[in-house]
Nanobody, 125 residues
């Protein structure tokens, strides 16, 4: 599976972006798609995940601000990021995997097999 992330950019605090992750070369329906981010000097952290049925999971810090969605016909997952703040500055990666039944394991990066190259999100204060 190949993943291509896009949509990042430079925005002011309070602004919004829509990140996209397009998959090719695999059975899209069989994968959970996760978004992770890594800020300079910090470890990669889970942001949001979505199953084929549309079930979602978020890290607490983005609940109410970020929305993950999925268009299976287009093999694309979106991450709408609103009310951005400087702490959201990071490289955002999408990943595909089979982390098991819905739950906390969806947050574990090691359970995702395929990764895109990432897209930079920079939020200015």
């Amino acid at each position: 599976v190949q993943l291509q992330a896009s949509g990042g950019g430079l925005v002011q605090a309070g602004g919004s972006l829509r990140l996209s992750c397009t998959a090719s070369g695999g059975t899209f329906s069989s994968y959970v798609i996760g978004w992770f981010r890594q800020a300079p000097g910090k470890e990669r952290e889970f942001v949001a995940g979505i199953g084929y049925s549309g079930i979602t999971i978020y890290v607490n810090s983005v609940k109410g601000r970020f929305t993950i969605s999925r268009d299976n016909a287009k093999t694309t997952v979106y991450l709408q990021v609103d009310s951005l703040n400087p702490e959201d500055t990071a490289v955002y990666y999408c990943a595909a995997g089979r982390p098991g039944l819905y739950g906390s394991k969806w947050r574990e990066a090691r359970l995702y097999d395929y990764w895109g190259r990432g897209t930079q999100v920079t939020v200015s204060s």
